[in-house]
């Protein structure tokens, strides 16, 4: 019930692409769900995140959409340039508890020129 | 600003001996946290700090694990008769405070620990 789970582990998209990372959940009480960017040797980076009470929040070429029902939310980097190349890790939190943050397992995405 | 920083950057040890890692989080924030990261994996929560004490240590694999913040600041993990499979890069993040409606976490580099 604590899971988060992320795919694909691995994408690929040309310079000018969309990408696209899926997670889904089971936990109903999560209510936060953040995306983190990590380049390597590196801190993961907050890049957006989302409260359940809207279906899509926007920042810049990064969207997140949010399917209550499915207990799935999505990452939408559009116009995908090379300096996007990193592991994006999706996550989820009660607001109000301790605060940890359930990751899911990662997905390192490469743009191509 | 300064971030939250973590020293040492990497840490070669051999199994069986004691480490400590320790975790500079950003000025003024309250709540601090401890992940760890195995490789290709994602980070999976070991324990909470609130000011001084320690809210929540759920994630703490057993009892060689131990953290400290004593005076609501700095704060250092420790690790017992280190094994192979601690081998991991040790993540330190915080927090302005808890309960806030977006719980930001602003992560450090992390310690490598190598666990020979």
């Known amino acids: 019930q604590q899971q988060v789970k992320q795919s694909p582990q691995s994408l690929i998209v040309q310079k000018g692409g969309i990408s696209i990372i899926n997670c889904a959940y089971e936990?109903?009480?999560?209510?936060?769900f953040p995306w983190y960017q990590q380049f390597p040797g590196k801190g993961p980076a907050l890049l957006i995140a989302i409260r359940p009470d809207v279906s899509e929040k926007k920042e810049g070429r990064f969207t997140i959409s949010f399917n209550k029902s499915a207990k799935q939310f999505s990452l939408h980097i559009m116009d995908s340039q090379p300096g996007d190349s990193a592991t994006y890790f999706c996550a989820a939190d009660i607001s109000g508890n301790t605060g940890k943050l359930i990751f899911g397992q990662g997905t390192t995405l490469q743009v191509k020129p | 600003g300064a971030g939250v920083s973590q020293t040492p950057s990497n840490k070669v040890t051999e199994k069986g001996k004691y480490v400590e890692l320790r975790c500079d989080p950003i000025s003024g924030h309250t709540a601090l946290y401890w992940y760890r990261q195995s490789l290709g994996q994602g980070p999976e929560f070991l324990i909470y700090?609130?000011?001084?004490?320690?809210?929540?240590d759920s994630g703490l694999p057993n009892d060689r694990f131990f953290a400290v913040r004593p005076e609501g600041s700095v704060s250092t993990l420790k690790i017992q008769r280190t094994e192979r499979g601690d081998s991991a890069v040790y993540l330190c993040?915080?927090?302005?405070?808890?309960?806030?409606?977006?719980?930001?976490?602003?992560f450090g580099p992390g310690t490598r620990l190598t666990v020979l």
């Open positions: 993040a915080s927090s302005p405070r808890r309960g806030l409606v977006y719980n930001e976490q602003f």
């Open positions: 936990n109903t009480a999560f209510d936060y």
């Open positions: 700090f609130q000011g001084t004490g320690a809210a929540d």
